[in-house]
């Protein structure tokens, strides 16, 4: 059992996730996430409004590796191994406590990895199982799962408060939550869900943003497997940041930005398990930055995509890596389009270039638009019109064109736009056109 708490890759997020699993496939409507910091420790508490178990039932549900992955799974089950709930659990805490109930009554069975004698697990029923939860249950049927002496859940060595150590993992878990059960969230799924952590409910995060107007959605693909089975391809193409809201691109953007988000989104009955990805088809580029191709798939196809058991992460099966590179760089070409016609439409009657190229006598220079509005204002405005145009001057003159050059040649995925922060880009923007506007009352482009 303590080597359990090491299977998969479960961070908080993951954890929980595991669990909305179970009550997904227990047709919850709703379940609520709680952390109650108890002197030096945290209970969490996970509780859904599902069907509820029999005792006989939760006990083999609690009972270590219940399921062979081999074994044939009801087309909207999100299980695999018979692990999920144990490794998920215990890999956040050493107490593991579930309660369930319906019309056969309410049970509850724990384990705890510091006093395990024999396999034994602790059954408790009726009153004692009632104990264990904090309040009479809202729903005539479901399950509570309760972690205690969570040791891995937060960092004691940190000179801080137990809610200064959760504050952080509670908010990466709740924009997790909110993308891996975005299909869930948004009512799209015939199971449509509501998730709470601290009594607020989560919103759903769509990477594909596919209600937004500037989102190309493109025509998807059925590729058959064998046996019958298939799965779905389905293109998107995101807005170019300068059409989304800051809030919008910190969505789209996760922790990691845009270029990091791009690739393949994996799901498992509308669960997503991997995202972010090419399956090394193709490389992560500013360019494709706002490809994102959607893939569904049944969970009968768990062993050939190598499904972990965390459910966090799985592989390309090598029959599908033709097909799938010939979807990507077909589609990557619209992203690519989108990306290079991106511009910031404010308008306006003047737009005009910030640099000019220059051709003559057989060579090529890049000077700076004096006609720009901007430069034009600074040079009407300063007070010697010479001193700025020689500053100017030298910056054309020492554009460092061989170090962008090597930096093309060696590192092109690495090259962006002076300005990347997109607060940063519309503050210049918006900002300036403003100035101008009430400086002169006339509206300009940059």
């Given at each position: 059992?303590?080597?359990?708490?090491?299977?998969?890759?479960?961070?908080?997020?993951?954890?929980?996730?595991?669990?909305?699993?179970?009550?997904?496939?227990?047709?919850a409507r709703n379940v609520w996430v709680e952390f109650d910091p108890a002197d030096d420790d945290v209970i969490v508490r996970i509780c859904d409004d599902g069907r509820g178990m029999t005792l006989e039932v939760l006990i083999d549900a609690m009972r270590p590796a219940s399921r062979s992955p081999e074994e044939k799974r009801d087309a909207l089950d999100?299980?695999?191994?018979?692990?999920?709930?144990?490794?998920?659990?215990?890999?956040?805490?050493?107490v593991l406590t579930v309660v369930s109930w319906n019309d056969a009554g309410i049970n509850a069975a724990r384990w705890d990895i510091d006093n395990i004698d024999n396999w034994s697990m602790d059954i408790f029923q009726e009153e004692d199982a009632l104990d264990f939860l904090e309040s009479?249950?809202?729903?005539?049927?479901g399950t509570e799962v309760i972690w205690a002496h969570c040791d891995r859940l937060y960092d004691k060595s940190i000179n801080a408060t137990i809610d200064e150590r959760l504050n952080e993992k509670i908010s990466h878990a709740r924009k997790q939550l909110s993308l891996i059960f975005h299909r869930y969230l948004s009512g799209e799924s015939d199971r449509p869900l509501s998730i709470y952590i601290q009594s607020i409910s989560?919103?759903?995060?769509?990477?594909?943003?596919?209600?937004?107007?500037?989102t190309q959605s493109l025509d998807g693909e059925l590729i058959q497997i064998r046996g019958g089975e298939h799965i779905q391809v389905k293109p998107y193409v995101i807005p170019h940041f300068s059409k989304l809201t800051v809030s919008e691109r910190l969505?789209?953007?996760?922790?990691?930005?845009?270029?990091?988000?791009q690739g393949f989104y994996v799901y498992r009955n509308k669960r997503l398990i991997i995202y972010g990805t090419w399956f090394r088809l193709v490389p992560h580029s500013e360019l494709s930055q706002l490809t994102r191709v959607r893939i569904d798939l049944p969970n009968s196809l768990d062993a050939e995509w190598k499904i972990t058991l965390d459910k966090s992460d799985a592989q390309l099966?090598?029959?599908?890596?033709?097909?799938?590179?010939?979807?990507?760089?077909?589609?990557?070409?619209?992203?690519?389009?989108?990306?290079?016609?991106?511009?910031?439409?404010?308008?306006?009657?003047?737009k005009s270039p910030v640099w000019r190229r220059n051709a003559h006598n057989n060579r090529i220079r890049y000077l700076i638009n004096r006609d720009h509005p901007i430069i034009r204002e600074i040079l009407t405005e300063a007070g010697d019109p010479f001193v700025v145009n020689e500053a100017i001057r030298l910056l054309e003159?020492?554009?460092?064109?061989?170090?962008?050059?090597?930096?093309?040649?060696?590192?092109?995925?690495?090259?962006?736009?002076?300005?990347t922060d997109p607060s940063e880009f519309d503050s210049l923007?918006?900002?300036?056109?403003?100035?101008?506007?009430?400086?002169h009352g006339r509206s300009t482009g940059f």
């Amino acid at each position: 059992m303590t080597t359990a708490r090491s299977f998969g890759n479960y961070d908080l997020a993951a954890a929980l996730a595991d669990l909305i699993d179970n009550s997904i496939q227990a047709n919850a409507r709703n379940v609520w996430v709680e952390f109650d910091p108890a002197d030096d420790d945290v209970i969490v508490r996970i509780c859904d409004d599902g069907r509820g178990m029999t005792l006989e039932v939760l006990i083999d549900a609690m009972r270590p590796a219940s399921r062979s992955p081999e074994e044939k799974r009801d087309a909207l089950d999100l299980g695999r191994f018979g692990w999920g709930l144990k490794s998920a659990s215990l890999s956040q805490a050493r107490v593991l406590t579930v309660v369930s109930w319906n019309d056969a009554g309410i049970n509850a069975a724990r384990w705890d990895i510091d006093n395990i004698d024999n396999w034994s697990m602790d059954i408790f029923q009726e009153e004692d199982a009632l104990d264990f939860l904090e309040s009479k249950p809202l729903a005539s049927s479901g399950t509570e799962v309760i972690w205690a002496h969570c040791d891995r859940l937060y960092d004691k060595s940190i000179n801080a408060t137990i809610d200064e150590r959760l504050n952080e993992k509670i908010s990466h878990a709740r924009k997790q939550l909110s993308l891996i059960f975005h299909r869930y969230l948004s009512g799209e799924s015939d199971r449509p869900l509501s998730i709470y952590i601290q009594s607020i409910s989560l919103s759903p995060v769509d990477p594909f943003m596919t209600a937004h107007p500037a989102t190309q959605s493109l025509d998807g693909e059925l590729i058959q497997i064998r046996g019958g089975e298939h799965i779905q391809v389905k293109p998107y193409v995101i807005p170019h940041f300068s059409k989304l809201t800051v809030s919008e691109r910190l969505a789209l953007g996760g922790e990691e930005g845009l270029v990091r988000n791009q690739g393949f989104y994996v799901y498992r009955n509308k669960r997503l398990i991997i995202y972010g990805t090419w399956f090394r088809l193709v490389p992560h580029s500013e360019l494709s930055q706002l490809t994102r191709v959607r893939i569904d798939l049944p969970n009968s196809l768990d062993a050939e995509w190598k499904i972990t058991l965390d459910k966090s992460d799985a592989q390309l099966p090598p029959t599908l890596r033709k097909r799938l590179r010939a979807v990507v760089q077909k589609f990557s070409k619209r992203s690519v389009g989108v990306h290079r016609r991106k511009g910031v439409d404010l308008n306006t009657i003047d737009k005009s270039p910030v640099w000019r190229r220059n051709a003559h006598n057989n060579r090529i220079r890049y000077l700076i638009n004096r006609d720009h509005p901007i430069i034009r204002e600074i040079l009407t405005e300063a007070g010697d019109p010479f001193v700025v145009n020689e500053a100017i001057r030298l910056l054309e003159a020492y554009v460092p064109i061989d170090v962008i050059q090597n930096d093309l040649e060696t590192s092109p995925d690495k090259v962006v736009q002076a300005i990347t922060d997109p607060s940063e880009f519309d503050s210049l923007i918006v900002g300036s056109h403003l100035h101008l506007d009430e400086e002169h009352g006339r509206s300009t482009g940059f």
